[in-house]
């Protein structure tokens, strides 16, 4: 059973930078396409951004291009979101989530995804 765990989140000023980690573990299959989403109180949870399993290829919301950046170390089987400039409207719970792929693409849905880490809180303060 595939694993995920997020850590990072927190408190931060407007303006200021926070990094998002997930950690996998479990799971026999060695092909897995991951995704961050986030979901703020009162609304659905939305994609922020994803990744291609080989991380050749990065997608992002429009809201977010340009301040964040997803990677990936597939050595530790961890993905990473680097939050900079952040917005009190980038407060949300942040879920990182991953799906078994045999294609190098990139998915935008949440349905898209196989598992789910509990979620990190970011708090942006203005």
């Known amino acids: 059973q595939v694993q995920l765990v997020e850590s990072g989140g927190g408190l931060v000023q407007a303006g200021g930078s926070l990094r998002l980690s997930c950690a996998r573990s479990?799971?026999?299959?060695?092909?897995?396409?991951m995704g961050w989403f986030r979901q703020a109180p009162g609304k659905e949870r939305e994609f922020v951004a994803a990744i291609t399993w080989g991380g050749d290829n990065t997608d992002y919301t429009d809201s977010v291009k340009g301040r964040f950046t997803i990677s990936r170390d597939n050595a530790k089987n961890t993905v990473y979101l680097q939050m900079n400039s952040v917005k009190p409207e980038d407060t949300a719970v942040y879920y990182c989530a991953a799906k078994i792929v045999q294609s190098n693409r990139i998915y935008y849905t949440k349905d898209a995804y196989d598992y789910w880490g509990q979620g990190t809180q970011v708090t942006v303060s203005s």
């Open positions: 479990g799971g026999t299959f060695s092909h897995y396409a």
